[in-house]
């Protein structure tokens, strides 16, 4: 089955550094990714989604220049947090769709666990 | 925009019991999910289920579309099923909104 990888899965990060996290569609190709935050204990929250050779449309409330997305190929989207900070200490997940794919099955990476220190 | 209401928000099991999770719209969605996260953060998708009824094992899922909710059956329920459920749709195609999620814990 179609299979999302993310890298790093941990990463621990000065306060103050940017660090990227890759999100990969190993099988398939997806024009559309989609990037989710989860604190501890609590739910998924959609930070943007993510479009092959275009701009990433963010929600509400999440800042584009802050967590810069880069969807540059198919199989490719990349979140940076930049300049981090202690409260951006989160789990990330991002998720995608195969293109032309009928079905409705969306594929989540394994997570990327961020601590700022 | 549309809120997804679960419930209940934990859940203690012993070994072989059952239980039956709940998941409330506030507007039409046709992209209903039930996902389970293992304690390592992975989600699984369990179903896709916009309407009707589906059944994988030990797991079955109904929805009423009409009703706006979704539920979600756990039969004979084992240590390994313990993890937060989410259910999760709207937002648009593929976009998934997620509920707060259930937490079970199945005890031996």
């Known amino acids: 089955g179609a299979v999302v990888s993310q890298h790093p899965s941990r990463v621990i990060c000065k306060s103050g550094t940017s660090v990227k996290i890759e999100c990969r569609s190993l099988?398939?190709?997806?024009?559309?990714m989609f990037w989710y935050r989860q604190f501890p204990k609590q739910s998924l929250m959609l930070m943007a989604t993510?479009?092959?050779?275009?701009?990433?449309?963010?929600e509400q409330g999440v800042e584009k220049d802050k967590f810069l997305i880069n969807h540059a190929s198919l199989t490719l989207s990349t979140l940076t947090v930049t300049s981090a900070h202690p409260e951006d200490s989160s789990f990330y997940i991002c998720?995608?769709?195969?293109?032309?794919?009928?079905?409705?099955?969306?594929?989540f990476g394994e997570g990327s666990w961020l601590t700022v220190v | 925009g549309i809120q997804v209401e679960q419930s209940p928000p934990d859940l203690i099991l012993q070994e072989g019991a059952n239980s039956t999770l709940r998941c409330n719209f506030s507007?039409?969605?046709?992209?209903l999910q039930w996902f389970h996260q293992n304690p390592w953060g992975q989600l699984i998708n369990l179903f896709y289920?916009?309407?009707g009824t589906k059944q994988n094992g030990r797991l079955s899922a109904t929805t009423v579309a009409t009703e706006r909710y979704s539920l979600l059956y756990i039969s004979s329920s084992q240590t390994t099923d313990s993890g937060v459920y989410f259910c999760?749709?709207?937002?648009?195609?593929?976009?998934?909104?997620f509920g707060a999620g259930t937490r079970l814990a199945v005890h031996p």
């Open positions: 998720s995608a769709r195969e293109r032309g794919d009928s079905g409705n099955t969306i594929y």
């Open positions: 507007d039409s969605v046709n992209n």
């Open positions: 099988d398939f190709q997806a024009t559309t």
């Open positions: 999760a749709g709207g937002g648009g195609y593929n976009k998934l909104i």
């Open positions: 289920i916009p309407s």
């Open positions: 993510s479009n092959e050779g275009s701009k990433a449309t963010y």
